[in-house]
C-alpha cells in the first residue's frame, strides 16, 4: 500500500487506483474520475441522512488478519488486495478509507439499484406525460438505466394527498415524492424557515407543510429545483413548457449586486422559466425568488418596440436615423456644461465604457447613475440592487454613484442644464425626477425598456434591450467579473444600450468601428487597468475575481463553516 | 392557544429532559408521553408547547407525534380499552371480544386507519383500539382498560359495568 502522501488516499474504483484527498465522500471520489453513481436523497450543499438507498455499492477494505496470521502482501503496485463485503454501502455518506475498493459497476451493486428503483416505482403514479419534471427527473432517467422494464407490483398504490398547495408558489403531489427529504433538510439548513416534514411515517408517509404554516420564504423555489422528481413544482411554471423543447442560456440575474448565475430557459424568443446555476463564489446552488420570477414584465405590453420622437404633446414612431438624427440636432448646439448624461448601474461595463465615451465626446458638465438601495436578506440578496456598481466605479470612473443627481436636478431646476440624457433608467418612478422639472428641458432623450412616466415627457424615447437581451459583463458585490449572455431577441425594434450609444456618438461626429459588445471588451481591457489583458474567453461561465471588496454573501459564508465541520461536501 | 400545563407536570416534564443532555431533541418522546398521560391526548396545542421546550420547530414534533400510533391526536373515551390482537389472543377469540366490546359500548371503529386506531362511543364513556401483545399469551383474550387488566375475558356486560 502506498504512503499517504499530502493526505492523499488510494482508492481502488472499478478496479483502477485514484488518489484522493482524505475525507472525501465515496460518492465524491467516484464523481472526480467519472464514475455516476445514481442517488436521490445526497446533495453536496445539505447533509447526508443517507435514506434514499438509490447510492449503494459494493464496498471491500484489505482482509485483517486473524490473530497469529501473516499480514496481507502488497501487489507490485503497492496496494494491498481487497476483501470485498459481502453487504453494500451508501456511497453519499461513508468517506474513504485507505486501500479501499469501490464497485459500481458488479452484479451486487445492479441488483441493489433493481431493488431500489422497484420499491420507489410501486407506488409512484406514471404520470410523466403530464409531469413537469418529465425529462429532468432523475427516477426517469434511473429508471431508464437501472429499473426493470415491467412491474411485477400488483397490488393497490398507495393513494396521498395531490395538488396540495403548501405555499403560494409551490405545490406538492404526495404520491410523486420519494421521501429523499431535500426539501425539508433545504428549509431547515438553508433558508432556516423549517416548515416541512414527513408525517404518517410508514407505507403512507407524506410529506407535510406544518398545519396553519406555509412554505413561503423568499427562497421557496429552490425546493422545486432539488426535488429529483416532480413532487414539488413551481406554480409560475407547471404546464407551460416542456422542458425538452427550451433553449439554456448560462447568464447572470441582475437584481442585485450579487449577480447570482442563473440558466434563462426560453422557447421561441419567449422566457418560461430562470433557475439558478451553480457557482460556489456568487450563490452557491440557489437563488431568491423574488429575483427567479422578475422576468415577465420582458413580455409586458408595455415594451418599447420602435424609437418615438416627440410631435407636439404626443410621440409619433420613428425610425432609428430620425430619432438619432433628431437628437445630434438638438445637442449640436449646446455647451458641454449643458449636457447631463444620466446612465444606469443596470447596464454593462460595455455599455458603461460608451456612455463614458460619449460624455468625453459631447464633453458633458454633469454624468450620475440611480442608485438602488435596499437591505442585505442575510442570505443572498445585496443591499445594493444594482448589479453593477462596481463596474459603474471603475468604467465610468464615478466614485460616489449617485451623488450627483441633487446638482443635475438644481442644474436643470435653475436653467443651467439644457439637455439630458438619460440611459436605461426610469428618473422620474425610480429616481425622484419630477415630471415638470423634466419639462423644462430643451431636450430630454430617455432609453429604457418600458413605456413609463419619464418616457411621457420625453424629447426622444429609445427602446433599450433588457437584461435577457443583450451581451456584457458586469462586476459583482464582491468584485466577480461576469458574464451576462443574450438568452432571447429584444422585441421590434430594440436596440441594445451600447450600440445606442455607439450610433449617438457617430451622430454628433465620433468615431465607430465597434460592431460587437466584445469588441468593447477588448478595449475595456486595453483601457481599464482593472481590466488589463482580460479576455472575453476567460471569463468562462463562472466569471473571474476582478476586484478585492471586502464584501462577502452571508449565505456563501455559512455554507463555507458548514463545509469545515465536515456537515456538508459542499 | 397555548397549553396551560400544571407546573407540577411542567417540572415533571423539566426533569425528565435533563435525562438527554446532548440533544434536547431525544426527549420528545418522554414529554410527549408526559403529556399524554396527564391530558390523554396530544393536540396541536400540546405539539406547540412541547416544541416550545425543547427548541424545537413543530414539525419535528408533529412528525413523531404521527408516526406512533401509541400517541393519540384525539381525545380517548373516559375508559380507554385496548384489545390485544397478537396471535394467542387472535386465537382465544380477541376480534369477536373487540366486536363484541364495539356492539355494547356503541363504538363505530368504520373510520379506524393505521394513522388514526382509536374509535370513541357517541358519548364520549368509552373507546376502543387494539394492541399487539399484553404479556399474557395463556389466558386470552386479554384486554387493557385504563391501567387495569383484564384476563381471559368472555363477560363483556361484566367488564363494561365496572366502569360506568
Known amino acids: 500500500m502506498s504512503e499517504e502522501k499530502n493526505d492523499l488516499i488510494d482508492v481502488q474504483i472499478n478496479g483502477e487506483w485514484h488518489s484522493f484527498p482524505k475525507g472525501t465522500r465515496m460518492i465524491e471520489a467516484c464523481r472526480q474520475v467519472g464514475v455516476e453513481v445514481p442517488h436521490y436523497c445526497y446533495h453536496p450543499k445539505l447533509t447526508s441522512p443517507g435514506n434514499c438507498r438509490m447510492c449503494l455499492v459494493e ?67 406514471l404520470d410523466c406525460p403530464i409531469c413537469d419534471q418529465a425529462g429532468e427527473c432523475s427516477l426517469q432517467e434511473f429508471s431508464v438505466e ?69 412554505l413561503a420564504n423568499n427562497y421557496s423555489l429552490n425546493t422545486v429545483d432539488i426535488c429529483p422528481v416532480g413532487a414539488l413544482t413551481s406554480n409560475d411554471f407547471r404546464f407551460q413548457m416542456r422542458v425538452w423543447f427550451m433553449k439554456e442560456t448560462k447568464t447572470i440575474d441582475v437584481n442585485c449586486a450579487t449577480g447570482a448565475n442563473i440558466t434563462v430557459f426560453a422557447r421561441e424568443n419567449k422566457i418560461y422559466r430562470i433557475t439558478p446555476r451553480q457557482n460556489n463564489d456568487v450563490n452557491s446552488d440557489w437563488m431568491p425568488d423574488s429575483h427567479r420570477l422578475n422576468f415577465h414584465w420582458i413580455e409586458s405590453d408595455a415594451r418599447l418596440t420602435d424609437p418615438l420622437v416627440r410631435d407636439g404633446d404626443k ?30 448601474a443596470r447596464m454593462t461595463n460595455e455599455e458603461l465604457l460608451m456612455t463614458s465615451r460619449l460624455v468625453k465626446h459631447l464633453g458633458a458638465g454633469h454624468v450620475d447613475v440611480v442608485p438602488r438601495e435596499g437591505e442585505n436578506d442575510g442570505y443572498l440578496i445585496a443591499a445594493d440592487r444594482n448589479p453593477n456598481t462596481n463596474g459603474v466605479m471603475l468604467v465610468l470612473g464615478l466614485e460616489n454613484p449617485g451623488s450627483q443627481l441633487e446638482a443635475i436636478k438644481d442644474g436643470i431646476a435653475q436653467g443651467r442644464i439644457k439637455a439630458l440624457l438619460c440611459l436605461q433608467e426610469n428618473l422620474v418612478e425610480d429616481a425622484g425626477f419630477g415630471s415638470e422639472l423634466l419639462s423644462k428641458l430643451d431636450f430630454f432623450l430617455t432609453s429604457y425598456p418600458l413605456a413609463n412616466p419619464t418616457a411621457d415627457i420625453a424629447d426622444v424615447v429609445l427602446p433599450g434591450a433588457c437584461w435577457a437581451e443583450k451581451t456584457g459583463t458586469m462586476v459583482n458585490v464582491t468584485g466577480r467579473l461576469q458574464r451576462l449572455n443574450k438568452a432571447v431577441d429584444g422585441p421590434g425594434q430594440t436596440l441594445e444600450a451600447w450600440e445606442i450609444i455607439r450610433d449617438l456618438i457617430q451622430a454628433t461626429g465620433g468615431g465607430n468601428g465597434i460592431y460587437s459588445a466584445t469588441d468593447i471588451f477588448k478595449q475595456l481591457a486595453a483601457e481599464v487597468p482593472e481590466f488589463a489583458d482580460l479576455s472575453w474567453g476567460q471569463i468562462g461561465d463562472l466569471g473571474i475575481p476582478l476586484i478585492e471588496t471586502g464584501e462577502t454573501i452571508p449565505l456563501l459564508e455559512r455554507e463555507k463553516e458548514r463545509i469545515e465541520k465536515g456537515l456538508i461536501v459542499g | 392557544m397555548s397549553l396551560d400545563v400544571p407546573s407540577e407536570l411542567e417540572k415533571e416534564i423539566d426533569e425528565r429532559v435533563t435525562h438527554y443532555p446532548v440533544s434536547k431533541r431525544s426527549a420528545v418522546l418522554p414529554v410527549l408521553h408526559a403529556l399524554q398521560h396527564h391530558y390523554g391526548f396530544i393536540n396541536e396545542e400540546a405539539v406547540e408547547w412541547t416544541a416550545a421546550k425543547l427548541d424545537l420547530e413543530p414539525i419535528k414534533v408533529l412528525e413523531v407525534v404521527t408516526f406512533y400510533p401509541g400517541f393519540r391526536q384525539s381525545a380517548p373515551g373516559k375508559f380507554h380499552i385496548r384489545v390485544c390482537r397478537t396471535l394467542s389472543c387472535a386465537m382465544a377469540g380477541s376480534y369477536e371480544l373487540m366486536e363484541s366490546l364495539c356492539d355494547k359500548a356503541g363504538i363505530d371503529r368504520s373510520g379506524v386507519t393505521h394513522h388514526n386506531p382509536i374509535a370513541v362511543s357517541p358519548d364520549g364513556k368509552f373507546s376502543i383500539e387494539f394492541a399487539e401483545c399484553l404479556a399474557s399469551c395463556g389466558t386470552g383474550p386479554v384486554c387493557l382498560v385504563n391501567d387495569d387488566f383484564h384476563e381471559a375475558v368472555s363477560d363483556v356486560d361484566g367488564l363494561l359495568s365496572h366502569y360506568q
Open chain 1, 315 to 344: 410621440h409619433r414612431l420613428a425610425t432609428w436615423q430620425e430619432a438619432i438624427a433628431t437628437t445630434a440636432d438638438k445637442l449640436a448646439g449646446l455647451d458641454g456644461s449643458e449636457i447631463a448624461v444620466i446612465a444606469s
Open chain 1, 146 to 214: 437501472h429499473g426493470k422494464g415491467e412491474s411485477r407490483f400488483r397490488e393497490q398504490k398507495v393513494k396521498k394527498p395531490k395538488n396540495v398547495d403548501v405555499g403560494p408558489r409551490i405545490r406538492l403531489d404526495d404520491e410523486r415524492c420519494i421521501m429523499c427529504s431535500r426539501c425539508i433538510r433545504f428549509t431547515d439548513e438553508i433558508a432556516d424557515d423549517p416548515v416541512l416534514g414527513f408525517t404518517d411515517r410508514g407505507s403512507h408517509t407524506v410529506l407535510t407543510v406544518y398545519p396553519g404554516r406555509e
Open chain 1, 59 to 125: 464496498m471491500g477494505m484489505p482482509p485483517r488478519p486473524r490473530p497469529g496470521d501473516d499480514p496481507p502482501e502488497p501487489d507490485e503496485t503497492g496496494h494491498l488486495p481487497i476483501s470485498w463485503i459481502p453487504r453494500p454501502a451508501i456511497a453519499c455518506a461513508n468517506t474513504i478509507a485507505p486501500n479501499m475498493g469501490i464497485r459500481t459497476e458488479s452484479e451486487m451493486t445492479e441488483e441493489c439499484r433493481e431493488g431500489v428503483m422497484e420499491l420507489l416505482l410501486a407506488n409512484h403514479p
